[in-house]
């Protein structure tokens, strides 16, 4: 089973930035894919975006442009780089681990705030 802990997160004005990191540890020699997940208030847990083993990416419209996603094999550690955030942006962020057992972070907080 892999850990994961997330870190990061916090209170940006509109148009700034953030960079959200997610330490694997464990079993992470099969690791297929990670992933960042966000929850708002009220809504579904959807898809922010997603890295394989290969460096493929795919990001949810929302955020194209905006938001990069990357990882340090050597590190085990999954990022997130968060630019021009909205106030939509606002939601708990989990990173996830596609493998046989697939793990979840605990979350971690982004509130953008005019």
């Known amino acids: 089973q892999v850990q994961l802990v997330e870190s990061g997160g916090g209170l940006v004005q509109p148009g700034g930035s953030l960079r959200l990191s997610c330490a694997a540890s464990g079993r992470t020699d099969n690791i297929l894919a990670m992933a960042w997940y966000r929850q708002a208030p009220g809504k579904q847990r959807e898809l922010v975006a997603l890295?394989?083993?290969?460096?493929?990416?795919n990001y949810a419209d929302s955020v194209k442009g905006r938001f990069t996603i990357s990882r340090d094999n050597a590190k085990n550690t999954l990022y997130l780089q968060m630019n021009s955030l909205k106030p939509e942006d606002t939601a708990v962020y989990y990173c996830?681990?596609?493998?046989?057992?697939?793990?979840w972070g605990q979350g971690t907080q982004v509130t953008v705030y005019s």
């Open positions: 890295i394989t083993n290969s460096g493929m990416t």
């Open positions: 996830y681990v596609q493998q046989p057992n697939p793990a």
